[in-house]
């Protein structure tokens, strides 16, 4: 399983982005799919996920009101990013599990608990 994100650039304070990410190689089997990002100099956090089964969507706190999880295909997803700040700035990566074991793709999810990464997308949000 490969995970493709794309969709990163460029964006002023107060605009919007949209991500994707697809899912290629083999049949997806994971209860969900989630975004996490990378500050420059930080740890990698949890943005936003979402489960198949219920179609249950969570954010992290600092997103919540501005981005949108979705899923568009049985094995792809967006985030629809809005009224960006620039400490939005991040290389964003989608992720996926393989099935074994549940996952609830809420703020509790680390990133050591996903087995799927995508190569990451930088987006870089100016005053």
């Known amino acids: 399983v490969q995970l493709q994100a794309s969709g990163g650039g460029l964006v002023q304070a107060g605009g919007s982005l949209r991500l994707s990410c697809a899912v290629s190689g083999s049949a997806y089997s994971g209860y969900g799919m989630g975004w996490f990002r990378q500050p420059p100099g930080k740890e990698r956090e949890f943005v936003a996920g979402?489960?198949?089964?219920?179609?249950?969507r969570h954010y992290a706190d600092s997103v919540k009101g501005r981005f949108t999880i979705s899923r568009d295909t049985e094995s792809s997803i967006n985030l629809q990013m809005n009224n960006l700040k620039t400490e939005d700035t991040a290389v964003y990566y989608c992720?996926?599990?393989?099935?074994?074991?549940?996952?609830?793709?809420?703020?509790?999810?680390?990133?050591?608990?996903?087995?799927?990464w995508g190569q990451g997308t930088l987006v870089t949000v100016s005053s």
């Open positions: 992720a996926g599990d393989n099935g074994m074991v549940y996952r609830s793709y809420g703020d509790d999810t680390t990133p050591n608990l996903l087995d799927y």
């Open positions: 979402i489960t198949w089964h219920a179609g249950i």
